[in-house]
């Protein structure tokens, strides 16, 4: 009775052990870690597994993890993202979430990437990818940093003209909640968005928009 004791003494401490080495390791990534990242510090695959089983980590994506006692934020959604993909931008509905332009909350998480690259996926939170081309993608990309790490994200001027280009998919009412709380706004940069709209030919259908909003 006591040998057995002693083996699970000796059992508890050598996964306290390894669970204490997973932790320290995905602290130290800002609460992440890839499989090749365990191997690299000693930690078998049966460890991790262990760690998902007994709900120190979870998977988010294939061959990708997060701490689940970490102290996330609100932007935890988007560093997941960046954390997978580094070149995906947080664009429309939940960029205009992220400037605090709409009380929507979207269901998904509403992403940019360059056109003709592979597309990804997470096994949560849920996304929708668009494929931008390359003058729509690279411009007015902003970083904003959450307790995951750094993300992209398009500027509230950049974020706006897009949801005028997808207005048909988007929908007016969210277009036109975004342009009003943006307008009301003291740091509103009018100039940046009409240049925006010029740049990306849809001025002529929009000015009338923004000069209603701004009459």
Known sequence: MVLIVRIFVIFAYILNHFMEKTAKLLNKNR???????????????????????????????PGRYKLIRYDWDEFAGFTDIAALRPDAVI???SAAEYHGLTTLNPSVITVAIPRNTRKFSLEHPPIRIHFFSPKQYKTGILTGIGSGGKFQVYSAEKTIIDLFRFRNKTGMDILLEVLKNYTNRKDRNINLLTAYAKQF????????????MVA
Not at 44 to 57: K, N, P
């Open 91 to 93: 664009c429309l509905e």
């Open 31 to 61: 609460g992440y870690a890839r499989m090749q990242d365990f191997k690299s510090a000693g930690i078998h695959t049966r460890e991790v597994a262990s760690a998902l089983q007994r709900g120190t980590i979870e998977k988010f994506a």
């Open 201 to 212: 030919r849809v001025y002529k259908e929009f000015f009338p928009y923004i000069q209603a």
